[in-house]
């Protein structure tokens, strides 16, 4: 292919993903994926796409180590797995205090807590069930931005038993001659198997995607499966028939136990289903939700508002140390599940409201509700501009902003910075191989 072109380059930086950087003629920067640098490499540039590969290195950096996975770079889920784990979390550090530095955000990072677990830290696992070129079942994740299945054999990050349940299926299919879906022919039988376990009780819900409702050979799957997997506590069938991407149809059955695991997060029981939104690394989160309660220092008699609360898992992690907890989630799902959750730990002085967390805090600005803290938990996009001036005429004493974009986060603190003051701060490596890093940030009243 002409448009292909084989360079070698000299890496000189790492961008704010992991991807290493170099120039080409002196000017024009490139981006070449598991690179590190100061790395010497021989590349493939794509003329008309701009994308890099790097096909061979010719001098290494000291701070890569030898991937304990083959397919890293197919699957695209881990893209610092080349890299030492205490070089990962200085690259995490160092990104979040340029960010502040570059904004001028007067504060800086000492601390980011490492993940005990290196690997096997996932509770959740989602593959695909394809036919291979050879008409053989395989399993896998999606290539990053693509329909194309990543065939896998053992993934790190998910734990033995969660492996050896995504295998199992594929030999029970073979066995009973159960097919795969076929995405682009619409037919098969099994498309997804969902893993979800829940680390404190040891508990393991299986959820099988099916296309529709038909599942030759149900109850000798199920027998199967139980035989060769002994802890799964709960096996579902999930009817999904829609040409999605979506993994999750809306119709379930359950084929054998309740139908949900239970887990426990900072103390609190959780009733986990196939739906049910859930920390995807409790071990860290519980560490994540201990340092929102440090810097809350919170009192008996603060009423606190969880925005963008989820299942209300911060919020009742809390609700023990103050007077009164406001939950505020745009999900119907984990609204309902919040609420039974609340219940189920008899837990009295938290509620839960259905509403966008900015319309919600524009109208408690206006009824000058006093609230006296609010810890925010938004999704990547941030916060927006309405949502933080509310706050600023709430007036609450702290803010307690978790993030896991360190990219919006400054963005947003920029609107508090005007009437408060950054006091406290800790990062949080819940993706070990990731670039992705959690910040906990404790801003109070000037
Ligand atoms: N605090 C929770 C969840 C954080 S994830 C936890 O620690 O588990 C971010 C949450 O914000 C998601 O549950 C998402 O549904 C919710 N969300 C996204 N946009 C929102 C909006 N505009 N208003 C309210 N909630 C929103």
Do not use: W
Request: charged share 30%.
């Amino acid at each position: 292919m002409e448009n292909i072109k084989k360079l070698q380059v000299k890496c000189v930086g790492i961008n704010d993903f992991g991807q290493g950087e170099a120039f080409l003629d002196k000017k024009k920067k490139i981006v070449i994926p598991y690179m590190l640098p100061k790395e010497l490499g021989t590349i493939e540039y794509d003329k008309y796409t701009e994308r890099c590969k790097l096909i061979r290195l010719e001098k290494e950096s000291n701070i890569r180590e030898k991937p304990k996975c083959d397919i890293y770079q197919k699957c695209g889920s881990c893209q610092l797995l080349h890299m030492r784990y205490q070089e990962q979390l200085n690259f995490k550090k160092d990104l979040v205090n340029r960010l502040f530095k570059e904004e001028k955000i007067p504060f800086s990072f000492k601390e980011i807590l490492e993940s005990e677990k290196k690997s096997a830290y996932r509770n959740k696992m989602q593959v695909a069930y394809k036919l291979n070129k050879d008409q053989k079942i395989v399993y896998g994740f999606y290539e990053e931005d693509s329909h194309k299945v990543i065939p896998l054999d053992t993934c790190l990050n998910q734990s033995n038993y969660q492996n050896e349940i995504a295998h199992a299926i594929a030999l029970i299919m073979r066995e009973l001659r159960i097919a795969p879906y076929n995405e682009d022919k619409r037919i098969g039988v099994i498309r997804f198997a969902l893993i979800r376990e829940a680390f404190k009780t040891n508990q393991i819900l299986v959820t099988i995607v099916t296309n529709g409702e038909m599942f030759p050979a149900r109850s000798e799957f199920v027998k199967r499966l139980r035989a060769r997997c002994p802890y799964v506590t709960t096996i579902i069938q999930n009817y999904n028939s829609r040409k999605t991407s979506i993994i999750l149809g809306d119709t379930e059955r359950v084929l054998y136990g309740d139908g949900f695991i239970e887990d426990y997060l900072c103390g609190i029981k959780f009733n986990i289903s196939s739906k049910t939104f859930y920390q995807i690394n409790p071990l860290q989160a519980e560490r994540l939700y201990n340092k929102v309660s440090e810097f809350g220092e919170f009192t008996k008699d603060d009423v606190v508002v969880d925005a963008y609360c989820g299942v209300g898992t911060i919020g009742m992690s809390v609700a023990d140390k103050v007077k009164h907890v406001i939950g505020v989630e745009n999900n119907k799902n984990s609204v309902q599940c919040a609420k039974m959750n609340a219940n189920l730990n008899k837990i009295k002085n938290v509620e839960f409201v259905l509403d966008d967390a900015t319309d919600y805090l524009v109208k408690l600005a206006k009824n000058n509700a006093k609230i006296d803290a609010l810890i925010m938990d938004p999704p990547r996009s941030g916060s927006t501009v309405n949502f933080l001036e509310s706050v600023k005429k709430l007036k609450p004493k702290k803010v307690i902003y978790v993030s896991c974009d360190p990219h919006t986060l400054v963005r947003d603190l920029k609107t508090l910075l005007t009437d408060y003051s950054i006091t406290n701060g800790a990062l949080v490596d819940m993706f070990v191989g990731t670039y992705h890093v959690e910040c906990v940030v404790c801003l109070e009243r000037r």
